[in-house]
């Protein structure tokens, strides 16, 4: 069975294939059985061989497909490596993957683009497996700009309306400029260290560099900008919210469940190069740290549905990189399994509100949805409460699990993650009493078919049970120091677990009694302007405009007629000329050509005597 | 002489013979098919023949002619460019006015000047093989009589060709005059036993140089290449372009190497500076050509550059790696030259000669497998890889890399740019499809000879391009025999 790992990329890239090349020939069954089933079978595989790597006592496992190329000392195969962290993303993209590409072949059945669509999918689905399996950093990379490819192409899928091309455009370079700081880390790896096998390279590393050197910490700090950009945190976060201009189902999987973790995973399948350089690790806890406060922040006041969630997004991966960052890798990646289930959930049960109001994202103008759609009142009340890491819920655990590490390593950072926390309880709840309690503005249209209903229950079920799925990753990562400390029924504990009930409390005043009013305390002066500062994602994109945006289109408008340009137009020009001077030699008269042989003759005697 | 040196010759005796049979049966028959056939059969026995010479290679025949491998192997080139050119005669001229036979009869003479030319190893043979084969380029040029262009061309050439031809004799008269030789071996052991650089007799090589280089159309005696191009016949310009400039090239560097030229650094430079205005040149006149004949004729100038690159390298390099390379792209060019002017004379009807860009247009269309034919011929000529003109081009980067030879490889770069410009120019044309040119697919059937052959050619094309070892392994074996 392990020798068919090779086949779990493949297959997602043939449906692609075929999707592309005769997509348009295919009727829409074929569509969504060649896109939904080709993920299925990748997912299929992969159970398949989980079971019996599990069997196999974790060893991992590396498979050789072919080379790709062997230029001097550099040899990239397309190699792929099976251990119990490839594995853990390996369930998460295929078998997440597999509930969105059903629920999309429901939610996406009017689209007039609907193979395009599942080809696109297939294709990013692929992508990230080649990413998660990679057993070198350039496959990785392959797969990596894959899924960067795969998102742009899926945020723009709706073209026609020249805002979601921006946005994905967007996305794309805001990812591009990590993937760049990433690039340089690869060649500066290599330049190093003679490798790119990441196993390889990470026990050369480890035994060649001094902690804390020059050289681990900067490409340490190069493939922490990759992930950063990857996985929206600041600086470079802006994109995702954006992002939100695909269909659902892919902020579903992409810019929720799989891509954005590739900077989370990347760092954990890199964690000995980030051990050697502390000073990296403090800042991916201190980038953690911050991007959860201030993407919470944003979500607590957004109106849009999917922005709530994009910024809560942002700010779950930020406890992902807290977690990173304080040297907990099996939480982050924990949270990061936990994460992908009731996100997804919350993204498929928002797609299931917004195709029933017409594609409406406003959360002000629904309410009362409970009694009309049960099912994905439902899975909104357990991805909330996952969300927000309510006890017995998988959020819970791996939430849990991240601010203990926290608190172990600073209580600084503890406090932070506490807040965000708070926050988290209630921008979730404040979401759910504002869209499906209180009166029920309009009416529901049509009810989503079980296509739609079925990945909602099971991803439910994962949602609160997931916890319980955990791989144990210490055959990965090296073991907390201090475990010693018994944080079950201390103050911290307790403490840890009140912040998000505290923010659910304060949601149902705000939202559900109307004890108090947001309204009434964002009129107020400096709230509003608070409020405001939020909404904008903290004036970033505005900040971006002014820096960066703004001058480089001044400069580029200067530069309409590219100077460089100029060289090639005055090539063309000075041999257009050069042409119409010989041409004016060939007069066509015989005694000009005889004149000029014997002109030609004394030319060349003078220069053979006098040279 | 003997009968081992009558063997050596017999090559170039069938040819003789085969241009007398010709007469004969015109004077028998007047029939344009019969005098093609005749022809055809007696370039096909002068091949055989060569076998017959192979054995005695090589083989000193009297002091006019050495017919070493190197010699036999370019006369066999020299004969199957020959009856490819006799091919498209044959289709070009059947149907039109006139009585056309003796254009084959003087096909064969110029044939039979350029074999002797290649073989020659004293300049009474030089000069009279290079005499046989202009003369009879002359007539050729000028055959349709009653038409103007031709006459102009005939004309041109002929005029010019007597300048050229006082050139060399001066040089020769000059080199004669100091060392009393005539042979080139003998002009060698002179140049080898000089103890300075003799003053007159490289005035009289470069004078030598002079006379060829109009011969090749070397700036800056080129200009009357792209009028008589254009007002020949086009299988003709096919046979000036290749038999005539191949042979005289071959004899060049025979020359070169056996009397050991390469030792006058002088004389380098003076390659060197018309290597270089010829590539500059030719492509920058070739630019914005709008005449496909005058196009070629202008490209030609720029190939002949790209050749003498790899020649000069010889002042530098092993003599066998500038034999090879020259060689190659010598048979490249022979190849891809002959195909793009049969195209051109395929393209032709009695009343108009295919020259104008405008007849091209929208080809792809009318003549799919002729276009396609042309394109790769075009390719070849800007050395696209896969074509046998690649390995061609690339032979001359390689020497001349090997010679340092900086500032020659950078106008072979920045020409080869320029060629890329008007060589696709064409491909572009041909595949523009605007509605009045959409006619339905032209009668095809009149050029079955040509067609077939321009077939044969293409593949032979993408057989050297991609498979070239073969080629290469049998220039490298006749390559070893000069010196």
């Not at chain 1, 595989?45 to 072919?66: K, N, S």
């Not at chain 1, 976060?237 to 954006?242: H, M, N, Y």
């Not at chain 2, 405008?358 to 034919?373: C, E, I, K």
């Amino acid at each position: 069975m392990l020798g068919l790992l090779g086949w779990v990329p493949l297959i997602p890239l043939m449906g692609f294939l075929i999707l592309v090349m005769a997509g348009d020939q295919l009727s829409r069954l074929i569509i969504s059985w060649v896109g939904a089933g080709s993920v299925a079978v990748s997912a299929l595989l992969a159970t398949l061989i989980g079971f019996e790597f599990l069997d196999g006592d974790m060893q991992p496992y590396r498979h050789i497909v072919g080379s790709w190329m062997t230029i001097d000392d550099l040899s990239v195969p397309f190699g792929f490596y099976l251990d119990a962290l490839s594995m853990t993303m390996l369930f998460v993209v295929t078998g997440v993957g597999f509930l969105i590409h059903v629920y999309s072949a429901g939610f996406m059945e009017d689209d007039p683009g609907y193979a395009r669509f599942f080809a696109y999918m297939n294709l990013f689905v692929s992508a990230m497996l080649v990413l998660v399996l990679a057993d070198n950093l350039v496959l990785l990379y392959l797969g990596w700009e894959g899924v960067g490819l795969g998102s742009y192409l899926l945020i723009g899928f709706w073209y026609d309306e020249p805002n979601n091309g921006y946005a994905a455009r967007k996305a794309f370079v805001m990812t591009r400029i990590g993937d760049t700081a990433m690039a340089l880390g690869l060649f500066l790896l290599f330049t190093q260290l003679h490798t790119l096998d990441i196993q390889s390279l990470l026990s050369l590393a480890s035994s060649q560099w001094a902690p804390g050197a020059v050289l681990p910490v900067a490409s340490a700090a190069l493939l922490l900008g990759g992930a950063v950009g990857k996985s929206a945190q600041l600086p470079l976060q802006t994109w995702l919210p954006d992002a939100m201009a695909g269909p659902t189902p892919v902020s579903a999987l992409i810019h929720a469940a799989t891509m954005v973790t590739a900077g989370v995973y990347l760092i954990a399948r890199t964690h000995p190069l980030f051990l050697l350089a502390p000073t990296v690790q403090l800042a991916v806890a201190v980038i953690g740290a911050l991007t959860l406060l201030v993407a919470g922040c944003s979500a607590l006041v957004q109106t849009d549905i999917k922005r709530i969630l994009a910024y809560s997004t942002i700010s779950q991966i930020g406890y992902m990189f807290l977690a990173l960052g304080v040297g907990a890798w099996s939480a982050a990646i924990f949270h990061l399994l936990t994460h992908a289930f009731f996100k997804a959930l919350l993204f498929l049960a928002a797609g299931s509100v917004i195709s029933c109001f017409h594609h409406e994202h406003n959360i002000f103008k629904m309410g009362g949805l409970r009694k009309a759609m049960p099912l994905t009142f439902w899975s909104f009340m357990i991805g909330s409460a996952a969300l927000a890491a309510l006890p017995l819920t998988s959020g819970y655990y791996s939430k849990h699990e991240i601010l203990l590490a926290a608190f172990d390593a600073s209580p600084v950072l503890w406090a932070v993650g506490l807040l965000g926390a708070l926050i988290t309880g209630i921008y979730s709840f404040r979401l759910i009493f504002v869209v499906f309690f209180g009166a029920q503005s309009q009416t529901v249209e049509k009810k989503p078919g079980w296509l739609m209903s079925v990945p909602l229950l099971l991803l439910a079920g994962l949602a609160l049970f997931g916890g319980m799925l955990q791989i144990p990753l210490n055959s990965v990562f090296p073991v907390l120091i201090d475990q010693g400390n018994d944080h079950t029924f201390n103050l911290v504990s307790v403490i840890t677990v009140a912040s998000p009930i505290i923010g659910l409390l304060i949601a149902v005043l705000f939202y559900l009694t109307g004890t108090f009013s947001a309204q009434r305390l964002s009129d107020g002066g400096l709230a509003g302007t608070l409020r405001q500062f939020f909404l904008s994602g903290w004036g970033m994109d505005a900040l971006y405009e002014t820096l960066l945006v703004r001058p480089f289109i001044t400069l580029s408008t200067m530069n309409k007629n590219d100077v460089v340009d100029g060289l090639y137009v005055g090539v063309a020009w000075l041999v257009r000329g050069l042409h119409r001077m010989a041409s004016a030699t060939q007069t066509g008269r015989v005694r000009w050509y005889g004149a000029s042989m014997v002109f030609g003759a004394v030319f060349i005697i003078a220069i053979g005597l006098l040279s | 002489m003997n009968a081992d040196q009558l063997a050596a010759l017999a090559p170039i005796i069938t040819i003789t013979g085969a241009a007398i049979a010709v007469m004969l049966a015109i004077a028998i028959r007047r029939n344009f098919l019969l005098a093609s056939g005749v022809a055809a059969g007696g370039i096909l026995l002068s091949m055989l023949a060569l076998g017959l010479a192979w054995p005695q290679s090589p083989a000193q025949v009297t002091l006019l002619m050495l017919l070493d491998d190197y010699a036999l192997f370019t006369m066999a080139l020299l004969l199957v460019t020959g009856l490819a050119v006799l091919g498209f005669c044959y289709d070009y001229f059947k149907d039109r006015e006139g009585e056309n036979e003796e254009l084959i009869l003087l096909l064969l003479t110029a044939l039979l000047g350029a074999t002797v030319l290649v073989a020659s190893s004293h300049f009474a043979a030089f000069f009279l093989g290079l005499e046989t084969l202009s003369i009879s380029l002359f007539a050729l040029a000028g055959y349709p009589i009653n038409r103007a262009r031709p006459l102009e061309a005939a004309i041109k050439y002929l005029i010019l060709s007597g300048v050229s031809s006082a050139f060399l004799l001066m040089g020769m008269a000059l080199i004669y005059a100091q060392s009393g030789e005539l042979g080139f071996s003998g002009i060698g052991h002179f140049i080898a036993n000089q103890p300075v650089m003799n003053t007159v007799v490289l005035g009289g090589v470069i004078l030598i140089v002079a006379g060829l280089g109009f011969k090749l159309s070397l700036v800056p005696f080129h200009l009357w290449t792209p009028d008589v191009y254009e007002g020949a016949p086009a299988p003709i310009t096919a046979f000036i372009a290749t038999v005539s400039k191949g042979a005289v090239f071959i004899l060049l560097l025979r020359f070169f190497i056996s009397t050991d030229s390469y030792g006058y650094n002088p004389l380098l430079s003076v390659f060197s500076v018309i290597a270089m205005l010829s590539i500059l040149g030719g492509n920058v006149l070739a630019l914005l050509q709008t005449n496909v004949k005058r196009m070629l004729a202008y490209s030609s100038i720029a190939h002949m550059g790209y050749l003498l690159v790899a020649f000069i390298a010889g002042g530098s390099i092993a003599p066998g790696l500038v034999i090879e390379a020259v060689t190659f792209y010598i048979v490249a060019y022979f190849i891809t030259t002959t195909g793009a002017f049969g195209v051109v004379s395929v393209l032709s009807t009695p009343q108009t000669e295919a020259g104008d860009i405008g007849f091209y247009r929208g080809l792809f269309w009318r003549r799919p497998l002729l276009a396609g034919t042309f394109t790769l011929m075009l390719l070849s000529l800007a050395g696209i890889p896969v074509t046998a003109g690649f390995i061609g081009k690339f032979y001359i980067f390689t020497s001349g890399a090997d010679g340092r030879l900086w500032g020659l490889l950078a106008a072979v770069i920045a020409g080869s740019g320029l060629g890329l410009y008007y060589y696709i120019k064409i491909v572009v044309v041909m595949s523009m499809n605007e509605e009045a040119t959409v006619r339905k697919a032209e009668e095809s059937s009149g050029a079955r000879i040509s067609s077939a052959t321009l077939a044969v050619l293409s593949l032979l094309l993408i057989w050297f391009g991609l498979f070239p070892d073969h080629l290469v392994s049998i220039i490298q074996s006749v390559s070893n025999t000069v010196r």
